[in-house]
T-cell receptor, first 114, second 110 residues
Framework: DGGITQSPKYLFRKEGQNVTLSCEQN?????MYWYRQDPGQGLRLIYY???????QKGDIAEGYSVSREKKESFPLTVTSAQKNPTAFYLC?????????????FGPGTRLTVT | KNEVEQSPQNLTAQEGEFITINCSYS?????LHWLQQHPGGGIVSLFM???GKKKHGRLIATINIQEKHSSLHITASHPRDSAVYIC????????????FGKGTKLTVNP
């Protein structure tokens, strides 16, 4: 089955620790995205990548880092510099081109930092 | 002001009712997406459209490019339609990035 997987579903960390969220896709999509969702707000883009070994900051990249060493994988690290890391994190992927393509979303990871 | 505005924020309906959710945007776009988010958090793409109208089962999406407005309709609503419906736009000339509305929470009561 083709799709996007994120792990874990729930993650708990102490303040001051870095944490890495996993995102894997087997859809052969070139583009991958990380979004953050907070109650009462729309999804906000953290980072995106349209090709291996390249990525761009989104609207709220501060305190986050990513890598794209393989087409299938786009892990997100939430660093201790992120002031309010508790949130729901969604990964997505899509084809790339002149036309707009649907984005396919993973099930999300709910991160709680105390 | 957000670039993508949805209305209403919350909507409660009785099973069988016709539902309309609205999305207005203030920028030039190349495409508009309607997404559905269930209580567990997973998001599913319902429609992507750049003009006209699309239909899938009981769901219909329309867009008016001149008025910068889109609607999502649900006919013969059912409790399983209860979810958050999210409008998102791809800005014209931009990358693959989407700009999202805050979502409309729909509750359909039996």
């Amino acid at each position: 089955d083709g799709g996007i997987t994120q792990s874990p579903k729930y993650l708990f960390r102490k303040e001051g620790q870095n944490v890495t969220l996993s995102c894997e896709q087997n859809l052969n999509h070139d583009a991958m995205y990380w979004y953050r969702q907070d109650p009462g707000q729309g999804l906000r883009l953290i980072y995106y990548s349209q090709i291996v070994n390249d990525f761009q900051k989104g609207d709220i990249a501060e305190g986050y880092s990513v890598s794209r060493e393989k087409k299938e994988s786009f892990p997100l690290t939430v660093t201790s510099a992120q002031k309010n890391p508790t949130a729901f994190y969604l990964c997505a992927s899509s084809r790339v081109g002149i036309l707009s393509y649907e984005q396919y979303f993973g099930p999300g990871t709910r991160l709680t930092v105390t | 002001k957000n670039e993508v505005e949805q209305s209403p924020q919350n909507l409660t309906a009785q099973e069988g009712e016709f539902i309309t959710i609205n999305c207005s945007y203030s920028v030039g776009i190349s495409a508009l997406h309607w997404l559905q988010q269930h209580p567990g958090g997973g998001i599913v793409s319902l429609f992507m459209l750049s003009s006209g109208k699309k239909k899938h089962g009981r769901l219909i999406a329309t867009i008016n490019i001149q008025e910068k407005h889109s609607s999502l309709h649900i006919t013969a609503s059912h409790p399983r339609d209860s979810a958050v419906y999210i409008c998102a736009v791809r800005i014209q000339g931009g990358s693959e990035k989407l700009v999202f509305g805050k979502g409309t929470k729909l509750t359909v009561n039996p």
